[in-house]
């Protein structure tokens, strides 16, 4: 069992940077691929950015130049840096677990965190 916990979420104003952080909890999270995702109001849950166990990463067109996920094993925990937000990436910010690489599809993913609220006005 894995328990995830975000932090970091917040209102910025557009142009700016925030660090999410996601604590987890279990044995095991440097073997787990670790993905971000995000849910904005009325919308489905998208996919952000994705870190397997060997390295690998892969992010979401959207993204891509802006937003960069990391982890740090020793403290079983998994970044989100964003920098030049824009209102478009305002949304709950999940993050979550998979025993195997999980790709795009949030379906694929074992644990979830209770999400973390980032606000972007312009």
């Known amino acids: 069992q894995v328990q995830l916990v975000e932090s970091g979420g917040g209102l910025v104003q557009a142009g700016a940077s925030l660090t999410l952080s996601c604590a987890a909890s279990?044995?095991?999270?440097?073997?787990?691929?670790m993905a971000w995702f995000r849910q904005a109001p009325g919308k489905e849950r998208d996919f952000v950015a994705t870190?397997?166990?060997?390295?690998?990463?892969f992010y979401a067109d959207s993204v891509k130049g802006r937003l960069t996920i990391s982890r740090e094993n020793a403290k079983n925990t998994v970044y989100l840096q964003m920098n030049s937000l824009k209102p478009e990436d305002t949304a709950v910010y999940y993050c979550a677990a998979a025993k195997l690489p999980g790709g795009r599809d949030w379906s694929n993913y074992d644990y979830w965190g209770q999400g973390t609220q980032v606000t972007v006005s312009s």
């Open positions: 870190r397997w166990s060997d390295g690998t990463t």
């Open positions: 279990g044995r095991s999270f440097s073997s787990y691929a």
